[in-house]
């Protein structure tokens, strides 16, 4: 491991406990090097002033757009750094793992610029998760709609959200929600929103090929169903298929590729037990219901998900990388189809939640940590 203090002053300050470096740094200092097994990286920071980030979604001019579960949405300049105030956004009840969450952009987002928003919303008693969009007018949202309502308004607390959005190929809209933690046995009942993944047309209809779409045996927007807390999504580059991680309880944290009408397991088979280190199940794999292609025991606690794609990283391409909170790194898998052939864990020196992981329109991985950090992973030739 190599580090890059942008001077003494910072270092001793860090090691007098009279700072902290990363808050010191300045936009685009380098605040790491690492050795790699498939080359250096050093990571740049573009700004730590963010307050509880959790979602990043880049706009057509390269700047991002940045939720805070806690603070609302910022366009964040990938020119100098500079973080400014989004007015206009959906205002989310702020409680537990609730608040503002994921974003997404509209396909078509250059000549109709809807910004897709998922967040908690509701009471301490009564809560669910929502989705709504709006028009981008500069530093304005317009044209506030409400799209999506999960239907778990028996739920309290602020457990178990999800939530991320994704727009596959054809233009459809995929949003996940979580179980609500303590109503992890409705994630078996399709005909409820909790533990599920919701597939919607943009402007919140159901499409006609959804496999509950007739409401019969199923709540028309279920795509999926039998997750637990499901906070990473993300398209394979050359398949199109929709990949997938979820939070297990205590180990059984998952990597899924998502089917239409697929029933995932959770809480009937798993590979994790309860907090307390109780059997959930005796079952890890049951008839009908869909294995994970990876499982982590001991949770890492995955959130965010990204294919890579690019020539930056040429020994990185397809591999996927997922954010890590409980483990405090980025986690590297590289597979062979749908086969995990090889894991590294990067970062670890940074001792960071690493919330969300995105590929930039530059071909550079970007991360965002629960601490209020934006950094850019370069190669470091």
């Known amino acids: 491991m190599r580090f890059f203090y942008p001077s003494v002053f910072y270092t001793l300050l860090v090691f007098f406990g009279m700072g902290d470096l990363q808050a010191k740094?300045?936009?685009?200092?380098?605040?790491?090097?690492?050795?790699?097994?498939h080359g250096n990286i050093k990571l740049v920071q573009i700004t730590d002033q963010l307050e509880s980030p959790w979602g990043l979604v880049f706009l057509p001019d390269g700047d991002a757009l940045i939720t805070q579960k806690t603070g609302g949405i910022?366009?964040?300049?990938?020119?100098?750094?500079?973080?400014?105030?989004?007015?206009?956004?959906?205002?989310?009840?702020?409680?537990?793992?609730?608040?503002?969450?994921?974003?997404?952009?509209?396909p078509d987002f250059a000549t109709d610029p809807w910004v897709y928003i998922s967040y908690s919303e509701g009471t301490r008693k009564q809560n669910h998760t929502s989705i709504a969009r709006a028009r981008l007018q500069e530093d304005y949202f317009n044209d506030l709609q409400i799209i999506f309502q999960a239907n778990t308004d028996e739920k309290s607390g602020g457990a178990h959200f999800g939530s991320r959005l994704v727009f596959d190929r054809d233009g459809y809209l995929y949003a996940s929600i979580g179980?609500?933690?303590?109503?992890s046995k409705q994630a078996q009942n399709p005909k409820n929103h909790f533990g599920a993944i919701v597939r919607l047309n943009a402007n919140g209809s159901i499409p006609d090929d959804n496999p509950f779409a007739d409401g019969v045996s199923g709540a028309p927007e279920v795509w999926s169903f039998g997750h637990r807390n499901p906070q990473g999504l993300a398209l394979h580059?050359?398949?199109?298929?929709?990949?997938?991680s979820e939070h297990g309880p205590k180990g059984g944290d998952e990597i899924n590729i998502i089917s239409k009408g697929g029933n995932y397991g959770w809480p009937k088979a798993t590979h994790?037990?309860?907090?307390?280190g109780r059997v959930i199940s005796e079952f890890s794999s049951l008839p009908g219901m869909i294995d994970p292609v990876l499982h982590w025991t001991p949770s890492i606690a995955p959130s965010g998900l990204t294919f890579y794609r690019g020539e930056k990283f040429p020994r990185w391409q397809g591999d996927l990388f997922s954010g890590a909170l409980a483990a405090k790194?980025?986690?590297?898998?590289?597979?062979?189809?749908?086969?995990?052939?090889?894991?590294?864990?990067?970062?670890?020196?940074?001792?960071?939640r690493i919330r969300h992981v995105v590929l930039g329109p530059d071909q550079l991985l970007y991360i965002l940590t629960d601490s209020g950090l934006l950094l850019r992973i370069e190669p470091d030739e």
């Open 25 to 37: 740094a300045a936009p685009f200092a380098i605040i790491h090097q690492e050795e790699t097994k």
């Open 74 to 106: 910022v366009k964040v300049s990938m020119q100098s750094g500079t973080v400014n105030q989004i007015s206009g956004g959906p205002q989310p009840l702020v409680l537990g793992q609730g608040g503002l969450l994921d974003i997404a952009l509209s």
């Open 179 to 183: 179980d609500g933690f303590s109503w």
């Open 237 to 244: 580059p050359k398949t199109g298929a929709l990949w997938q």
């Open 272 to 276: 994790g037990r309860g907090y307390s």
């Open 329 to 352: 790194h980025l986690r590297r898998v590289k597979l062979n189809g749908t086969i995990v052939t090889e894991q590294e864990e990067l970062l670890n020196e940074l001792g960071q």
